[in-house]
């Protein structure tokens, strides 16, 4: 069975769990103690990726590090239907990738602000949310040209893909880093659509979509 | 913002930092009622705190013979902690830490943007339970809380809400099923709770799950959290993985409170969010005078 080596507060992990929940994919996690035992800068765990980063996923003998990456293993291989990376779309694939490296700069500055703000990261947190907001407004208004076009998701399609995976948990997460996400309506808009995708799954600060979310509101506007 | 001027609060311990993360003779930086502090612990292991000091910048190795001037330190329940004022009797007591079958651990010091009194009240909250820790610690349509019991106790100076009974389809990670739990919560310390709820191993005993809050400022805290469980079959990352799971659904919540500071004020809020334990809390806060991260009640 598919092993990935997880943590259960990192939006890269959750990217997995996240596809391979939509996917109808079975995967065994094992719990990497990332904060405070640091277990990804262990002796055990460098052998596996000498990066010291989480996530890792092993399957069938391929051991792969960086969850874009490992987003598009995952989709190649599972997803018979090629919604979610057409491999025989090279304009597509190359749509896709572009925003896969988006994905990896919301990481480099909302994850890292959040990083900051809950585990006390010496980071530059105004240089992170600043990135953060520069990110977010070009993400808002692609989002907002598509929805003129009458498409939900990030690349042109009727279906998600995994540019829409990879982007979405430093999105939905970034409040805990200090970033307001309330002048960006196309992307609040997007995050809800993503919620609704069949097979979402919440991590710890993500809410679902629908009356269980419309409750919390009201419970902390009381 | 100006520091705390608050005596009651000044003159309490305050936890600062899990001695498991602190690295001997390297110095770690920290913020406590405003304050810019620094600590480690020395070659044997005694804890030393002290105001931040350009000589010994963070992450810097140092002799601690070399710090002359130290504030006041505790070590309990596997943290440092420290006091500004002068400090009070002894720290609370948890006497189950030191039954010998207990598993310690420190399972997070996260930083959450509110003040320690709304987390505290979070945390004392069973009310939150189906919706926020939904299929762990809740489940819908087990909505209801149920009556219990709230008072302060004669013995010590600190809040007792006893007969908490809450249904929870994963009350931890020793759990089997669902069951109807039973919690005590005790209110020790303006900023400190420790709940006490019967143990999945075993029913006749009770895990205990202690939150020390680090006031960063009025509106900011470190939340440290310390397991004291009955668990033989987990190992402690698959323990610590529980608790920060739980913790992670509270912080989006507690960050959202509006204001971050606690209302004392009885009419301030709805009466759905005041329920007994936190009414019992506001008024123990009131009645010794607290203005730190509070709004105080108009008189
Ligand atoms: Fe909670």
Redesign the pocket.
């Given at each position: 069975m598919i092993k990935l080596y997880d943590y259960e507060l990192s939006g890269n992990c959750y990217k997995l769990r996240l596809l391979m929940n939509m996917l109808g994919v079975d995967y065994e996690a094992v719990p990497v103690d990332f904060y405070p035992g640091r277990e990804h800068k262990s002796d055990w765990f460098l052998k596996i990726n000498p990066l010291g980063q989480l996530p890792v996923l092993v399957d069938d003998g391929v051991v792969l590090r960086d969850a874009q990456a490992i987003l598009v293993y995952l989709a190649a291989k599972y997803d018979p239907s090629g919604n979610w990376y057409p491999v025989d779309d090279p304009a597509k694939l190359g749509d896709i990738s572009q925003w896969l490296a988006f994905a990896d700069g919301i990481t480099s500055t909302a994850s890292a602000a959040r990083l900051h703000e809950g585990l006390f990261y010496d980071f530059d947190i105004d240089a992170c949310r600043a990135g953060a907001h520069r990110l977010f407004r070009i993400l808002d208004e692609h989002l907002w040209f598509a929805e003129k076009q009458d498409r939900d998701w990030i690349c042109p399609g009727a279906h998600p893909t995994i540019a829409d995976i990879a982007c979405f948990p430093y999105v939905i997460l970034s409040e805990e880093g200090g970033i307001s996400r309330q002048d960006y309506p196309a992307i609040r808009r997007w995050c809800d659509r993503v919620k609704r995708i069949q097979g979402f799954i919440v991590m710890s600060g993500v809410f679902p979509a629908g009356p269980a979310g419309g409750r919390l509101n009201a419970l902390s506007a009381a | 913002m100006t520091g705390c001027t608050d005596p009651t609060i000044l003159n309490l311990w305050f936890a600062i930092g899990a001695e498991q993360e602190t690295t001997p003779c390297i110095v770690s930086d920290t913020v406590l009622l405003e304050e810019d502090l620094s600590f480690t612990l020395d070659r044997v292991g005694q804890p030393l705190v002290w105001r931040r000091d350009a000589r010994w910048p963070a992450g810097s190795v140092i002799d601690t013979s070399d710090v002359s001037v130290t504030l006041p330190v505790k070590q309990a329940y596997g943290y440092i902690w420290t006091c500004l004022g002068q400090p009070s009797a002894d720290i609370f007591p948890i006497e189950e830490y030191d039954e010998p079958d207990r598993r310690n651990l420190n399972a997070a010091s996260i930083g959450v943007n509110v003040s320690g009194p709304r987390a505290i009240e979070?945390f004392l909250d069973m009310g939150?339970f189906p919706y926020?820790?939904t299929d762990i610690l809740g489940v819908q349509p087990h909505t209801e809380v149920k009556e219990y019991d709230v008072e302060i106790s004669e013995s010590r100076d600190e809040i007792v809400a006893t007969r908490c009974r809450f249904f929870q389809p994963m009350a931890s990670t020793a759990s089997t099923g669902g069951a109807d739990v039973e919690y005590v919560y005790r209110v020790p310390h303006p900023y400190c709770s420790v709940l006490y709820k019967s143990s999945g191993q075993n029913p006749q005993r009770m895990d205990v799950i202690a939150l020390f809050l680090q006031p960063v400022n009025q509106e900011r805290v470190r939340a440290h959290m310390l397991l004291s469980m009955l668990d033989e079959a987990n190992d402690e990352r698959v323990m610590r993985r529980f608790q920060q799971t739980?913790f992670g659904?509270?912080k989006p919540i507690l960050e959202n409170q509006y204001p971050k500071k606690l209302p004392l004020d009885p009419r301030a809020e709805t009466p759905i969010r005041a329920d007994k334990s936190a009414v019992a809390y506001r008024r123990w806060l009131s009645s010794k005078g607290v203005t730190y991260g509070v709004i105080p009640a108009a008189n």
């Open positions: - | 979070n939150h926020v820790h739980i659904q509270d």
